[in-house]
């Protein structure tokens, strides 16, 4: 199965969650490289002053994704990693864009690389990306311990679909590692 242009075998579905979440689905992913502007932060300092909305303006308004070499594909990948604790510790993201080679990376960029391993995949489509976002988070935070979701805390991503300017057509997944 490729999922993005990433191989991936489905390991795991149905595990008995709530109603909306019946269908909770473990992938193995193989490791792959994206190429982004960062911020380190944190859930409590985002809830404060939203250091990873100023990215996502910034990428737009600086046209970043166009100045990134080796694009893999036309969608948008951030990257949540350095986890220093759990959900409420600080973390590094990384929003940007798959690519085939990290070399000649743009000024002021990094590149960063997915670990390859077990991970569940959670998808909403048809809002407004920054709520469907935030609100698909939340649904994620309700699973995890003592719920069916174990969170590895190394490498969690999420893939943004283009909408081409209709919100019915915007879809995000977002994958979470996962001890085994």
Known sequence: MKLFG???SLLLILLPVAAEDMNLVKLHIDSFTIVG????TSNAQERKESSIGRLWERLAAENLLDRIRYRADTHVVAVYNNYESDKDGPYTYTLGAKVTSDRDA????N???VLSGDYAMFTA?????PQMTVDLWKR???LEKPGPLHRAYKTD???HYSAQGDPADSRIDVYIGVVK
């Open 6 to 8: 990433a191989s991936a």
């Open 37 to 40: 502007i960062q911020v380190r």
């Open 106 to 109: 743009p000024d002021g960029m």
């Open 111 to 113: 590149a960063v690389t």
């Open 125 to 129: 489509q048809g809002g407004a990306p």
């Open 140 to 142: 994620i935070w309700s």
């Open 157 to 159: 991503f999420e893939v």
